[in-house]
């Protein structure tokens, strides 16, 4: 079960990488041991997302300190150990600083779906940690981002990047794959001029009836398909 755990952490590392969420050696995914909760599976400080093999996957429990692997932890593990610590439903973490994403998150214009990628997060509203745009290091500023993400399955850290809390490794990569390229349409559509969400009553309606189980497994299985098709063959 660990290796498996490793190697799907290192799956969603690398398809995170293709679309558009690499940052040379920064930004990681995370998911929760099951038969130890309290512990978590984490890409190891030191490679980009684009490299990661299960061997640069390690096992930290919530204050941080390593268990196995051989990699050193990124500063920023607070932002997991904080959000396991409070939502007994989350199980992966990903966090990672895609432009597209984090331009919405740092500007004056909330968040709102123009297609429907952004529906999977609106309404209600994606919240915005401003606390601090800079790194979050401590056990204090992990549980403010905890606090602020609240039940949502998104946040923005402001001029900084996302962080996507889901039950699994495969919908927190999906979703965070959604999110980018939902924050890439709102980008260019504002260039064009002022925008117009959906209605939010459609918008909740595709959340039921579109980003299904099924769907999401799907999206996840096309995703493994595409970076293999790009890496030789090896997903």
């Given amino acids: 079960m660990s290796e498996e755990l490793r190697e799907k952490v290192a799956l969603a590392c690398r398809i995170l990488a293709h679309e558009g969420h690499n940052d040379l050696i920064w930004g990681h995914v995370s998911v929760r041991d099951p038969s130890r909760p309290s512990c978590y599976w984490m890409k190891g400080a030191d490679v980009g997302l684009d490299e990661v093999t299960s061997q640069d996957v390690i096992l930290l429990d919530l204050e941080g300190n390593v268990l196995s692997g051989g990699r050193r932890r990124h500063i920023e593990f607070p932002i997991h150990s904080e959000i396991y610590r409070r939502r007994q439903d989350v199980h992966a973490i990903v966090h990672t600083h895609p432009p597209y994403a984090t331009i919405i998150g740092s500007g004056a214009h909330p968040f709102r779906p123009v297609t429907h990628w952004g529906t999977y997060f609106w309404p209600p509203e994606v919240p915005r940690f401003d606390r601090t745009t800079g790194l979050i290091r401590t056990r204090e500023l992990g549980e403010a981002v905890a606090e602020t993400l609240g039940a949502q399955r998104a946040l923005f850290l402001k001029n900084h990047g996302i ?50 189980d099924q769907a999401i497994r799907a999206a996840w299985e096309y995703l493994c398909r595409r970076i293999g098709r790009f890496s030789g063959g090896r997903p």
């Fill in 163 to 212: 962080v996507v809390a889901e039950r699994s490794v495969e919908r927190a990569t999906v979703a965070a794959v959604f999110l980018e390229r939902a924050c890439r349409d709102q980008v260019h559509a504002l260039a064009v001029g002022e925008i117009f969400p959906p209605p939010e009553e459609e918008a909740l309606e595709r959340q039921i009836s579109v980003y299904t």
